[in-house]
T-cell receptor
Framework: KAGVTQTPRYLIKTRGQQVTLSCSPI?????VSWYQQTPGQGLQFLFE???????NKGNFPGRFSGRQFSNSRSEMNVSTLELGDSALYLC?????????????FGPGTRLTVL | GQNIDQPTEMTATEGAIVQINCTYQ??????LFWYQQHAGEAPTFLSY????GLEEKGRFSSFLSRSKGYSYLLLKELQMKDSASYLC???????????????FGKGTKLSVIP
């Protein structure tokens, strides 16, 4: 069974631009969660989608948004990029809701904002 | 909200035993996870505790005391490949969303030396 995949793996953008990251969960998994990981703050929860609905949201500004499609694939979008948005963005999928089931992480997208 | 503390770094010798502690303060506690993350890779699931006591899985064991808000991960017969970051994550109920949320600590970077 294929694992969680994320595209692209690396991305370089400049301040003010926007970016869209993609995540394909493990087949059959209905929950996709997004996290931001930085050396200073560790792994911070962005949001979770389950059956195309946002079920949970972390403490991030409205510039961070996401969506989930009927095939459970998910995208997250960051608008008006800031230098502080440079981070590793991880998505994780689980069979049920993230808090109820073990999460499987993708390799991440390394975003650099210049 | 949640507050999860774990040491930033630890060093141990190959073949030895190391204990990585995690303390947390949260309401609606519903389980604690440990994840391992090698540099440049995605986190992978190690263990899950929801009841007090010790869970053993090969060279790795995890302990939980809910009354003390405390958990530890015990690694025995350390190998060089155990050099990684170890993330403690607490699951609790997000009363606003009516679902569970997973919150990660900042991780403990373990270095195993010969």
């Amino acid at each position: 069974k294929a694992g969680v995949t994320q595209t692209p793996r690396y991305l370089i953008k400049t301040r003010g631009q926007q970016v869209t990251l993609s995540c394909s969960p493990i087949s059959g998994h209905r929950s996709v969660s997004w996290y931001q990981q930085t050396p200073g703050q560790g792994l911070q929860f962005l949001f979770e989608y389950f059956s195309e609905t946002q079920r949970n949201k972390g403490n991030f500004p409205g510039r961070f948004s996401g969506r989930q499609f009927s095939n459970s694939r998910s995208e997250m979008n960051v608008s008006t990029l800031e230098l502080g948005d440079s981070a590793l963005y991880l998505c994780a999928s689980s069979l049920g809701l993230a808090g109820a089931d073990e999460q499987f992480f993708g390799p991440g997208t390394r975003l650099t904002v210049l | 909200g949640q507050n999860i503390d774990q040491p930033t770094e630890m060093t141990a010798t190959e073949g030895a035993i190391v204990q990585i502690n995690c303390t947390y303060q949260t309401s609606g506690f519903n389980g604690l996870f440990w994840y391992q993350q090698h540099a440049g890779e995605a986190p992978t699931f190690l263990s899950y505790n929801v009841l007090d006591g010790l869970e053993e899985k090969g060279r790795f064991s995890s302990f939980l005391s809910r009354s003390k808000g405390y958990s530890y991960l015990l690694l025995k017969e350390l190998q060089m490949k155990d050099s990684a970051s170890y993330l403690c994550a607490v699951r609790d109920r997000n009363s606003g969303a009516g679902s569970y949320q997973l919150t990660f600590g900042k991780g403990t970077k373990l270095s195993v030396i010969p």
